[in-house]
C-alpha cells in the first residue's frame, strides 16, 4: 500500500447509502481497500479477521 491509498470501513444500516457510498469510493484511487458493514455487530464478529483500517466511517445513528 502507497502512502497515499488506505484502506477505509463504512458501517451504515441503509444499503442505498451504504452501497453509495462504497461505490464512491470503491472507484476512487485513495482507497485500495473499501469494506462495508451493516451493523456493529457485524464489524464485531468479523474483526479477528480483519486487518486494521485506517480509517472507520460509522453511522451515528445505529440501532442498538
Same mark, same amino acid.
Given at each position: 500500500?502507497?502512502?497515499?491509498?488506505?484502506?477505509?470501513?463504512?458501517?451504515?444500516?441503509?444499503?442505498?447509502?451504504?452501497?453509495?457510498?462504497?461505490?464512491? %469510493? +470503491?472507484? /476512487?484511487?485513495?482507497? &485500495?481497500?473499501? %469494506? +462495508?458493514? /451493516?451493523?456493529?455487530? &457485524?464489524?464485531?464478529?468479523?474483526?479477528?479477521?480483519?486487518?486494521?483500517?485506517?480509517?472507520?466511517?460509522?453511522?451515528?445513528?445505529?440501532?442498538?
Amino acid at each position: 500500500m502507497t502512502n497515499h491509498q488506505k484502506s477505509i470501513y463504512i458501517i451504515e444500516d441503509q444499503d442505498i447509502i451504504r452501497n453509495g457510498i462504497v461505490g464512491l %469510493l +470503491s472507484h /476512487s484511487r485513495w482507497f &485500495e481497500q473499501v %469494506l +462495508s458493514f /451493516s451493523s456493529g455487530e &457485524e464489524i464485531i464478529e468479523q474483526i479477528p479477521t480483519l486487518n486494521p483500517a485506517n480509517i472507520i466511517l460509522v453511522d451515528i445513528g445505529l440501532p442498538v
